[in-house]
């Protein structure tokens, strides 16, 4: 008898930005649109064929630690379910603005996918637009 083991539905390591050198050259690269509460950095890296990762910023102005936990679990998870939608290669900074706990329950989390795949959608537009004018390739 074999039994099935449930596939991890965390993100693996190689999809997340975890030293400073990564985020400050995400920074560096100047991409970035707003979307509601949250803040979008963006830069198309040179080996396009890596993971698209993702990096995450939530200040203690947005709450304590349970808060700030609460919206970097979120993100992730919608992380998770629109990384298919950006191209390979990119590293992905979110900046949380807002104050105070993410909403609960389904619709909240809706609205906070629909953010995401907003500001995601508008931030590769503008990186494509970009690499365009500057003769970057953009996969």
């Known amino acids: 008898m074999v039994i099935d083991q449930p596939q991890p539905r965390g993100l693996p390591g190689a999809a997340r930005l975890k030293r400073p050198i990564d985020f400050r ?5 100047r991409q970035s ?5 949250l803040v979008f950095y963006a830069r198309q890296r040179t080996d396009s064929g890596a993971p698209t990762r993702l ?3 939530v200040s203690r102005r947005v709450g304590n630690a349970v808060v700030r936990n609460r919206w970097k ?5 919608v992380f998770r379910l629109v990384r298919q939608d950006l191209p390979a290669g990119v ?3 979110v900046i949380v603005r807002a104050s105070g706990p993410p909403e609960a329950g389904a619709p909240a989390a ?3 996918e629909q953010l995401m795949r907003d500001g995601v959608a508008r931030l590769v ?4 637009r970009a690499a365009g004018q500057t003769g970057l390739r953009s996969d």
């Open 25 to 29: 050259a995400v920074y560096a690269a």
């Open 33 to 37: 649109v707003a979307s509601g509460p």
């Open 55 to 57: 990096g995450l910023s």
């Open 73 to 77: 679990r979120r993100l992730r998870e």
């Open 91 to 93: 590293d992905l900074v």
């Open 110 to 112: 809706r609205r906070i």
């Open 125 to 128: 537009n503008k990186m494509k």
